[in-house]
């Protein structure tokens, strides 16, 4: 993907997502595994790798991008638990990631992070999933 502004998806974000939308400050996108409702709001920030290297305009704004995909995570059919994290051990780019969890679901109650091999969806319900999440961000 090209740069703007410097700023450049991580490869290996882009290969476990699809991009739904950008926000005011993020990118938002879709994590692409079955087993969980999952998005993941990535800073167009050039070289921001923890919430302290992004200013405080920015980090409110983020912080109202997480309330936002929260929310509609939420009203998910099936989620009872939001798990939101921004790791970072693996991929250094600042991102967020924002989880919708139930009771039984294939991780539960530990993290969804290195529990198991990802899940891909089918090309056409991938493209499904992000036209949906499209129209609630709309």
Do not use: Y
Not at 23 to 30: A, D, I, T
């Amino acid at each position: 993907m090209s740069a703007v502004n410097g700023f450049e998806i991580d490869p290996r974000l882009a290969a476990d997502s699809v991009f739904i939308a950008d926000g005011p400050l993020s990118q938002v996108r879709l994590i692409d595994d079955t087993r969980f409702p999952w998005l993941v709001l990535v800073p167009r920030v050039a070289d921001a790798s923890e919430w302290i290297d992004l200013d405080g305009g920015q980090q409110r704004l983020l912080l109202a991008e997480l309330n936002q995909v929260s929310q509609l995570l939420r009203a998910e059919p099936g989620v009872e638990k939001l798990n939101i994290g921004a790791l970072g051990n693996i991929v250094r780019q600042l991102h967020v990631h924002v989880v919708g969890r139930h009771a039984g679901d294939p991780a539960w109650p530990g993290p969804v992070w290195g529990s198991g091999a990802m899940q891909r969806h089918a090309a056409d319900a991938l493209a499904a999933r992000a036209a949906l999440w499209r129209s609630r961000l709309g």
